[in-house]
């Protein structure tokens, strides 16, 4: 009699796990560079990724990446400010004279 656990399908097990295993390995790999890519772009540190394998951490920091004000605008906000102040010292539209400034003699009745 053979026993189902012999040395062939041991094998088998053992290929599929390694298998299941490169491609888990190949999917966290994947996240935490998409993750670190998200945070980044945003203006945080892109190891706040990491936060998001940690069980209830993740869902604080989606929350915190969905409502909060990114880094990324702050600084924006700030220069499109600074930038507002510059003009301003200047008019913003000539004013330029009403009505015709010159007649023609031709013209005159």
């Known amino acids: 009699?053979?026993?189902p656990y012999d040395s062939g399908s041991s094998s088998a097990i053992g290929a599929f796990l390694i298998v299941y295993l490169v491609i888990t390995l190949a999917?966290?790999?994947f996240s935490i560079i998409v993750w670190w890519k998200i945070f980044s772009k945003a203006g945080y540190s892109g190891a706040m990724g990491l936060l998001m394998f940690v069980p209830i951490a993740n869902?604080?920091?989606?929350?915190?990446l969905a409502f909060a004000e990114w880094p990324v605008l702050r600084e924006l906000n700030q220069l499109r400010q600074m930038r507002n102040q510059q003009y301003q010292q200047y008019p913003q539209n000539p004013q330029y004279p009403q009505g015709p400034q010159y007649q023609n003699p031709q013209y005159r009745g």
């Open 59 to 64: 869902l604080i920091v989606l929350c915190v």
């Open 27 to 29: 999917i966290v790999i």
């Open 1 to 3: 009699m053979t026993s």
